[in-house]
């Protein structure tokens, strides 16, 4: 048995009479491998062409394209580790043109065109004159080792012709039985029919169909003594996983990208496989198949890649780069880059929304509802408002289905400082994702009317929520990108459905007394829609709203029944906020650093603020 580790050059086939060739080609056959790596289905021949030795594998029977290709080479790979070269050696369909004299058994080299590869992928829809096809780009050239043997045998055939019939001569010699199928074929029988000549459907060859009348086919001048044949050509194949069978679409691809000849399974060898592709042509990949010239079309090709090998000194490929390592390098680059190309998309797919975000916010023109929290926290003594958190009112209304909770109070008792107090509890207590908050402020003409709060919390609920930002998203498109503005009616809407979307919300507002737009029972009363919004069963909402205790406030509350929790802010809970905040303050402040260790004059400031100040912030 061989050792698969003497083994340097991997050659494909697709069928097997491309097989049959690879084997008669080969100097000296050697045993099969002694092992194969697990799960590797292919079936090898081993054995010496020239000074390499050659592990030649096939396509499974009746499977055809490039992803087995690729199956068979990959495993080829696993089995054969030292592998540096690999040929794709067969028949394919020929492009003849006015540039280029293709005929029958010559050879297609596939050859970097342009500083691009030697194969060109395609997808092709069907079989059919006239189908589409789709152009999917070059493949990667095949190693710079196999470029530069081409060279010397484009050299050497220059000089001495390409004497390919004097190596299939010889292997025929050797394997007299193959003459019959593998020997040259009658030139008469060569014959390139015109674009709109189709071949019928169902019948076997052309004879008495196709060939009727000689107006029917190219003619060509029989090539003369000087003249190689079979030739070789050097230029672009092109590959997919359907066989080309339209003539028109053969003669435009041949056309616009120079394309020499058609094949199946290069394309799936080239970013997994780093070869050279070498095809004798049996057709001319259109609807006239010829199955007479495939025998000999694998010949042709085959006697080149042994003239092909022979220019490569044995040293010289064992400098190369093992195929397998050369993959797994492209691969790690390929898989880089495209890390990379993901990044940057997604970089350049978040620099777009933030951008979109600004214009649908300048859009929405949306009130700030911060400068006011972040005010009132600024002026909130740490303890103040704690009286609130454990107020069982509170603590039922936290725990409740949808409900309201309603704090009044006169004027300076502290509302604002008691809302962003609820606001920051909220938060810290885990539910900071739905809780949002809108503070009606006198002293701000943006911050007084329903529309202004509703604006302010479609934006809110917009940077909370992904599924809120769409729908954000889709009324300004709806509006023409933000040509125009939205309507009530459309915010109002808009609003509705976010909350319905969110789940469980809370809701913070503050000083409802200062809203211009409280009083009425229209669509644009705060107060109307207070109780709407707390009589839909499909949400659940929690609100907390301040004011002071106007009276059309409090019959609107009356109204709501059930869902609306009342609490009255004392003077009596004040006061402790404020005895808290006064004995902080004699306690740090450095200007009443003087009476720290005098308790009783302490007490005494303590009492006359209260005394004063009467359960009002001032």
């Known amino acids: 048995m061989s050792d698969p580790s003497r083994y340097t050059v991997g050659w494909i086939c697709a069928i097997a009479t491309e097989f049959v060739v690879a084997k008669v080609m080969l100097d000296e056959a050697h045993d099969g491998p002694e092992h194969v790596a697990t799960n590797d289905n292919n079936s090898y021949a081993l054995g010496r062409v020239g000074k390499h030795n050659v592990t030649i594998a096939v396509l499974p029977d009746g499977e055809y394209g490039t992803s087995s290709a690729a199956a068979v080479a990959r495993d080829m790979l696993h089995s054969f580790p030292n592998i540096r070269i690999g040929l794709m050696v067969g028949i394919g369909g020929g492009a003849p043109n006015k540039k280029n004299d293709i005929r029958l058994g010559d050879v297609v080299v596939s050859s970097p065109q342009g500083g691009k590869g030697g194969v060109f992928q395609y997808d092709f829809g069907g079989t059919i004159q006239e189908q589409r096809f789709q152009t999917t780009g070059f493949l990667d050239q095949p190693p710079i080792v196999l470029r530069t043997a081409v060279n010397n045998v484009k050299t050497a055939h220059e000089i001495d012709g390409a004497q390919l019939e004097n190596i299939i001569d010889h292997a025929l010699a050797k394997n007299p039985r193959l003459r019959k199928k593998y020997q040259r074929q009658d030139a008469d029988s060569d014959r390139l029919y015109y674009p709109d000549i189709v071949h019928p459907v169902g019948v076997v060859d052309c004879t008495g169909h196709c060939d009727y009348e000689q107006s029917n086919w190219v003619p060509r001048p029989a090539r003369g003594e000087c003249d190689d044949n079979p030739a070789v050509h050097y230029g672009l194949i092109a590959s997919a996983n359907q066989l080309m069978g339209d003539a028109k679409v053969r003669d435009r691809l041949a056309e616009d990208k120079g394309i020499l000849c058609f094949e199946m399974e290069a394309a799936g060898l080239m970013n997994h496989f780093p070869c050279l592709v070498i095809r004798g042509i049996c057709d001319y990949a259109d609807s006239h198949t010829n199955k007479a010239w495939q025998g000999y079309a694998a010949m042709t090709a085959a006697a080149y890649a042994k003239q092909l090998l022979a220019k490569i000194a044995p040293n010289r ?302």
Not at 370 to 383: I, V
Not at 568 to 578: H, R
Request: aromatic share 6%; proline share 2%.
């Open 317 to 618: 490929l064992e400098a190369e780069k093992k195929i397998s390592d050369a993959v797994a390098s492209v691969d790690a680059k390929v898989e880089a880059v495209n890390t990379l190309i993901t990044d940057v998309n997604t970089s350049v797919q978040k620099s777009n929304l933030r951008q979109q975000n600004k214009e649908i916010q300048y859009w929405l023109r949306p009130p700030d509802p911060w400068t006011n929290y972040h005010k009132a926290l600024g002026q909130r003594h740490p303890s103040s408002g704690s009286w609130l958190l454990q107020h069982k009112c509170f603590l039922s209304w936290k725990a409740g289905e949808s409900s309201c909770l309603w704090l009044h109070g006169v004027s300076g008792c502290g509302k604002t400082v008691l809302s962003s107090t609820v606001i920051e509890a909220l938060s810290i207590s885990g539910n900071d994702q739905a809780v949002l908050r809108f503070y009606f402020d006198f002293s701000d003409e943006t911050k007084q009317k329903l529309e202004d709060m509703i604006r302010s919390l479609i934006s809110q609920l917009g940077l909370l929520r992904d599924d809120c930002q769409k729908l954000l998203d889709a009324l300004f498109f709806s509006c023409g990108h933000g040509y125009r503005q939205p309507s009530y009616g459309e915010l109002r809407n808009l609003l509705l459905t976010m909350l319905e979307n969110a789940g469980e919300v809370w809701i913070v507002i503050d000083a409802l007394d200062e809203s211009t737009s409280r009083r009425g029972e229209s669509s644009e009363s705060v107060l109307a829609w207070l109780q709407e919004l707390l009589g839909t069963k499909e949400m659940v909402i929690h609100i907390v709203a301040t004011s002071r205790p106007e009276r059309d406030i409090q019959n609107a509350m009356e109204r709501m029944g059930g869902s609306v929790r009342g609490l009255c802010i004392q003077a009596e809970n004040i006061q402790q906020d404020i005895r808290s905040y006064i004995r902080s303050r004699l306690e740090t402040d450095l200007e009443l650093k003087r009476w720290q260790a005098q308790k009783k004059v302490q007490d005494e400031i303590e009492t006359s603020v209260l005394r004063e100040v009467d359960g009002m912030w001032v």
